[in-house]
């Protein structure tokens, strides 16, 4: 199906494991974003990208890790989860024009126990 | 920095016209977006502003002063469904979308 997909959903993970959350958009969208929400802060971005193997820092990029590789994939690795990355990720892109809405995938809620 | 402020929670009525504020900081600054998530669901665009002016698209409106750096998302005729919350979110230096910490609306019959 067209669109922007999100795995899991749901993940609960140990402290100090590797977890990978996946994001595949089918439009071809030369963007894409990943954010963290958590109550009383809104979104706030943690990496973006503007192409394949073109990525940059957001606002709380610390303990993440991203790569581009195909236009298509936007995998967030967190490469030792800390309770303080229980959240809900969101992964959106977007066309080149501004003008443009970024379309969201439907978050995936990471638990870190 | 680059952050958006909104106030967190706006309360009305059926009917009624809710404004919901927005001030960013200007640096880097190139447009104003409006973004609309109910409860346990993704964000939904609503409307984007780069020039001043209002943007008007059915029910909601938007605003943007870039003299005063601020912005306004403007609801009429609220209905029950349009309670959720509401997010700016301001493009800095083209590409780094930045969402403000969002406005719970709350309308009541």
């Known amino acids: 199906d067209a669109g922007i997909t999100q795995s899991p959903r749901y993940k609960i993970t140990e402290t100090g494991r590797q977890v990978t959350l996946m994001c595949h958009q089918t439009?071809?969208?030369?963007?894409m974003f990943w954010y963290r929400q958590d109550l009383g802060h809104g979104l706030r971005l943690i990496y973006y990208?503007?192409?394949?193997?073109?990525?940059d820092k957001g606002e709380v990029p610390d303990g993440y890790v991203v790569s581009r590789s195909k236009t298509e994939n936007f995998p967030l690795t967190l490469e030792s989860a800390t309770r303080s990355q229980t959240s809900v990720y969101f992964c959106?892109?977007?066309?080149?024009?501004?003008?443009?809405?970024?379309?969201f995938g439907q978050g995936t809620r990471l638990t870190v126990v | 920095g680059q952050s958006l402020e909104q106030p967190s929670e706006v309360t009305a009525v059926e009917g009624a016209i809710v404004q919901i504020n927005c001030t960013y900081q200007t640096s880097g600054f190139y447009g104003l977006s409006w973004y609309q998530q109910h409860d346990g669901g993704a964000p939904t665009f609503l409307s984007y502003n780069a020039l001043d002016g209002l943007e008007e698209t059915g029910r909601f409106s938007s605003f943007l002063s870039r003299s005063d750096s601020y912005g306004y998302l403007l609801l009429q005729e609220l209905q029950m469904k349009d309670s959720a919350s509401y997010f700016c979110a301001a493009y800095y230096n083209t590409d780094k979308l930045i969402f403000g910490t969002g406005t719970r609306l709350q309308v009541f019959p």
């Open positions: 439009w071809s969208h030369s963007y």
């Open positions: 959106a892109s977007r066309t080149l024009n501004q003008n443009t809405e970024a379309f």
């Open positions: 990208s503007a192409a394949a193997d073109i990525t």
